[in-house]
């Protein structure tokens, strides 16, 4: 059974940074590709980034590319999310997921059952 425990969201400034951890068990975390996927109130899942099982190549939603990085600790089965320069338009429960979309590019949705409950980041001033 595939499980993951999000972590490090909450309020900052604009400007501001936040790292979001995820902790995963039940399968061999080392495996797998791994995900990062955003929701906004009434929106879809949007895919936000991506990194392969080695965790040597790392995929980035337009939005995300230059302030946000995907990170990843097999030996501790954590998936991270390095947030900078944090805008308004970034406040949304941010989740880990199993695998990545088949096509990453610009406004990308990323639906999958794989995944944890969250952790709520807010960018408010």
């Known amino acids: 059974e595939f499980r993951f425990v999000e972590s490090g969201g909450g309020v900052v400034q604009p400007g501001g940074s936040l790292r979001l951890s995820c902790v995963a068990s039940g399968f061999t975390f080392g495996n797998y590709d791994m995900s990062w996927v955003r929701q906004h109130p009434g929106k879809g899942p949007e895919w936000t980034s991506s990194?392969?099982?080695?965790?040597?190549?790392?995929y980035y939603q337009d939005f995300a590319e230059g302030r946000f990085t995907i990170s990843r600790d097999n030996t501790k089965n954590t998936l991270y999310l390095q947030m900078n320069d944090l805008k308004p338009e970034d406040t949304a429960l941010y989740y880990c997921?199993?695998?990545?979309?088949?096509?990453?590019?610009?406004?990308?949705?990323?639906?999958?059952?794989?995944r944890g409950q969250g952790t709520q980041v807010t960018v408010s001033s």
């Open positions: 990194i392969n099982s080695r965790g040597d190549d790392t």
């Open positions: 997921a199993e695998g990545r979309p088949k096509y990453m590019d610009s406004g990308a949705l990323y639906d999958t059952s794989r």
